[in-house]
């Protein structure tokens, strides 16, 4: 079955750093566009970020842009989101997804999630 997992989450002080990572199983990870969406308490999934198969082409929230890199590896079958300049606003629970379509940004548009990662920014 298809499994999306998740690491690198943490507390980290507002200006730190993070590397979130999201290895696949299950699935031809180099036929799916893979994207980073957040979910902060009370509220809905967001999109964050997201790469084509190849990773010839990322996507970025406006709220990310300069700040979050979004990556993968093909042969580790592995998704990344370096997160620098983290701001209390970035806190939220952090998932990965998988997508096989053409859509980008909605979490609908998305086949696979994995459990999330929690990061919490602390001013």
């Known amino acids: 079955q298809v499994q999306l997992v998740e690491s690198g989450g943490g507390l980290v002080q507002a200006g730190g750093s993070l590397r979130l990572s999201c290895v696949a199983s299950?699935?031809?990870?180099?036929?799916?566009?893979m994207g980073w969406f957040r979910q902060g308490p009370g509220e809905e999934r967001e999109f964050v970020a997201a790469?084509?198969?190849?990773?010839?082409?990322?996507y970025y929230t406006d709220s990310v842009k300069g700040r979050f890199t979004i990556s993968r590896d093909n042969a580790k079958n592995t998704v990344y989101l370096q997160m620098n300049g983290l701001k209390p606003e970035d806190t939220a629970v952090y998932y990965c997804?998988?997508?096989?379509?053409?859509?980008?940004?909605?979490?609908?548009?998305?086949?696979?999630w994995g459990q999330g990662t929690q990061v919490t920014v602390s001013s």
């Open positions: 299950g699935l031809v990870f180099t036929d799916y566009t």
């Open positions: 997804g998988s997508n096989l379509g053409a859509g980008i940004y909605g979490p609908n548009l998305y086949d696979y």
């Open positions: 790469i084509r198969p190849t990773g010839g082409s990322t």
